[in-house]
Nanobody
Framework: QVQLVESGGGLVQTGGSLRLSCAAS????????MGWFRQAPGKEREFVAA???????TYADSVKGRFTISRDNAKNTVYLQMNSLKLEDTAVYYC?????????????????WGQGTQVTVSS
């Protein structure tokens, strides 16, 4: 079992940057595929980015070129570097984990979730 705790959210102006962290507890973090999702008020939770246990990365089209996902297996942590932030990036950001042979991009494909961290982008 894996427990996930996100941090790094906050208030930032448009064009600014934030780095989110997701610390995982439990065994075998390096064998987990890790994902970031977000949920804006009144909207469904949506996929943002994922990194497989082997380091294969995929992004939602809306964040390509602006966000970077990475992981540090020695620290049991996955990161989401967010640059050139837009108003529409405002949401609660969630970290998720599962073991699989593919890179999960859908909500139901993930087994473990963090509690979320709020990101607010203002003009």
């Amino acid at each position: 079992q894996v427990q996930l705790v996100e941090s790094g959210g906050g208030l930032v102006q448009t064009g600014g940057s934030l780095r989110l962290s997701c610390a995982a507890s439990g065994r075998n973090f390096s064998s987990y595929n890790m994902g970031w999702f977000r949920q804006a008020p009144g909207k469904e939770r949506e996929f943002v980015a994922a990194i497989s246990w082997r380091g294969i990365i995929t992004y939602a089209d809306s964040v390509k070129g602006r966000f970077t996902i990475s992981r540090d297996n020695a620290k049991n942590t996955v990161y989401l570097q967010m640059n050139s932030l837009k108003l529409e990036d405002t949401a609660v950001y969630y970290c998720a984990a599962r073991t699989s042979t593919w890179v999960p991009t859908r909500l139901y494909e993930y087994d473990y979730w963090g509690q979320g961290t709020q990101v607010t982008v203002s003009s």
